[in-house]
């Protein structure tokens, strides 16, 4: 267990519907992650934030996908109007932003959520 | 350019073994090489990284071999053990902004008892 929590673990959808899934992060890491990974592939970026800001988006974030962190804490995903093609498993990774100006680039998981879309 | 290519794609070891994983990259930007374990249904584990001015790093029976000239990196799992049965990814961090990781497509290891 490295700390970093998500929910639902499983959400099965029919498309067209909106699913919202959450991640928290260590307690102490400001950089978040959402990654997507689908059968038989390695994770794929989606998105990141520093503290609360969203500071970059993959081209793989339709306009269908939007990503908060309120307050610098946990984070949501919404996908809204879903798609067979967005049947994935969702992970959330968290870093330290470092100490004393050496950064930390060990991104820590969290176990994903794992989307099915009939 | 932004490609990690990782082979083999599965690998069957016996118990004792050695494990071998090789990925390739093309960017010479990217600075930090991490390897993650995963099982079926969790999250990537970091398992050991490297940084491209070390050519080796060994955290117990798990060793990165780093070739810089190469563009080319591998995991060495010695003495490969049942429990070790996992998909494995390399990863390589390019700064552009922030420290993302592009991971290659993973090779899933069987270890024979």
């Known amino acids: 267990d490295t700390g970093v929590s998500q929910d639902p673990r499983h959400k099965i959808t029919k498309r067209g519907q909106n699913v919202t899934f959450r991640c928290d992060p260590i307690s102490e890491h400001n950089r978040l992650y959402w990654y997507r990974q689908t059968l038989g592939q390695g994770p794929e970026f989606l998105t990141y934030f520093q503290n609360e800001a969203q500071l970059e988006k993959s081209r793989l974030l339709s306009d269908r996908f939007s990503a908060e962190r309120p307050k610098g804490s946990f984070s949501t995903l919404e996908i809204q109007r879903t798609e067979q093609g967005d049947s994935a498993m969702y992970l959330c990774a968290s870093s330290s932003g470092g100490v004393r100006g050496i950064f930390n680039y060990e991104q820590y998981f969290g176990p994903g959520t794992r989307l099915t879309v009939t | 350019q932004q490609q990690v290519k990782q082979s083999p794609q599965s690998l069957i070891v016996q118990k004792g073994g050695i494990s071998i994983i090789n990925c390739a990259y093309e960017n010479t930007a990217f600075d930090y090489f991490p390897w993650y374990q995963q099982f079926p249904g969790k999250g990537p584990a970091l398992l050991i990284a490297i940084r491209p001015d070390v050519s080796e790093k060994k955290e117990g029976r798990f060793t990165i071999s780093f070739n810089k000239s190469a563009k080319q990196f591998s995991l060495h799992i010695m003495d490969s053990q049942p429990g070790d049965s996992a998909t494995y990814f390399c990863?390589?961090?390019?700064?552009?902004?922030?420290?993302?990781?592009?991971f290659g497509t993973g090779t899933r290891l069987k270890v024979l008892a």
């Open positions: 990863a390589a961090s390019i700064y552009s902004g922030t420290y993302k990781y592009i």
